[in-house]
């Protein structure tokens, strides 16, 4: 995998045992995003620390994003670009719009953006998000402009989902990187 991935983890950092965590540990061309506030996201701070990271690549680059992340690169492909960025893997994307499924504290990621991204993308999702409706996630794919994968049950596919290296999403990643390269 020659391309870089620029791994954006969301509320509460990934863990130990979340796939964002061993995929940074195995990918030695990954650059993991830290935030100062993984608890109280403020819109405005993670997206200044998302756009420095960016600022500095200097070569072709996914961005890997999970959860409350996702939100993030879509606020973040509104208002900046940069050439080096040539798609985004968006994974498990958190419905920030609804109260019925995401914490008070990312509301100020809302309203989703929906636009179509001006790079390649994908979102893969789990039929059993408690984090945003399926069909919702399918709605976000389609407004994106992103291909949509179902990965089945798998939660959130976070830590809880014990993924470890998540192979079916490397796979993924893959069949990603091969269309847009």
Same mark, same amino acid.
């Given at each position: 995998?020659?391309?870089q991935?620029?791994?954006?983890?969301?509320?509460?950092d /990934?863990g130990?045992?979340?796939?964002?965590?061993?995929?940074?540990?195995k990918?030695?061309?990954?650059?993991?995003?830290?935030?100062?506030?993984w608890?109280?996201p403020?819109?405005?701070e993670?997206?200044e620390r998302?756009?420095?990271?960016? /600022?500095?690549?200097?070569k072709p680059?996914v961005?890997?994003?999970h959860s409350l992340a996702?939100?993030?690169v879509?606020?973040?492909?509104e208002?900046?670009?940069n050439?080096n960025?040539?798609?985004?893997?968006?994974?498990?994307?958190?419905d920030v719009?609804s109260p019925?499924?995401?914490?008070?504290?990312?509301?100020n990621f809302?309203p989703m953006p929906?636009?179509?991204?001006?790079?390649p993308s994908?979102?893969?999702? /789990?039929?059993?998000d408690?984090?945003?409706?399926?069909?919702?996630?399918k709605?976000?794919?389609e407004?994106?402009? /992103?291909?949509?994968?179902?990965?089945?049950?798998?939660?959130h596919?976070n +830590?809880? +989902?014990?993924l470890?290296y998540?192979?079916?999403?490397?796979?993924?990643?893959?069949?990603?990187?091969?269309k847009i390269?």
């Amino acid at each position: 995998m020659e391309t870089q991935l620029l791994i954006i983890p969301g509320l509460g950092d /990934s863990g130990d045992k979340h796939w964002q965590t061993f995929w940074h540990k195995k990918f030695e061309n990954s650059i993991r995003v830290v935030q100062d506030n993984w608890d109280e996201p403020i819109r405005a701070e993670w997206l200044e620390r998302l756009n420095d990271y960016i /600022s500095k690549l200097d070569k072709p680059t996914v961005l890997v994003a999970h959860s409350l992340a996702v939100s993030l690169v879509l606020h973040w492909a509104e208002k900046y670009n940069n050439p080096n960025i040539i798609g985004a893997f968006l994974v498990a994307p958190a419905d920030v719009d609804s109260p019925e499924h995401t914490p008070e504290c990312t509301r100020n990621f809302s309203p989703m953006p929906i636009y179509k991204l001006p790079f390649p993308s994908v979102v893969v999702a /789990s039929e059993n998000d408690p984090y945003a409706a399926f069909e919702r996630k399918k709605y976000f794919a389609e407004k994106w402009g /992103s291909d949509f994968v179902n990965v089945g049950k798998q939660g959130h596919i976070n +830590s809880d +989902s014990d993924l470890k290296y998540w192979e079916e999403g490397q796979e993924i990643l893959r069949e990603f990187l091969s269309k847009i390269n």
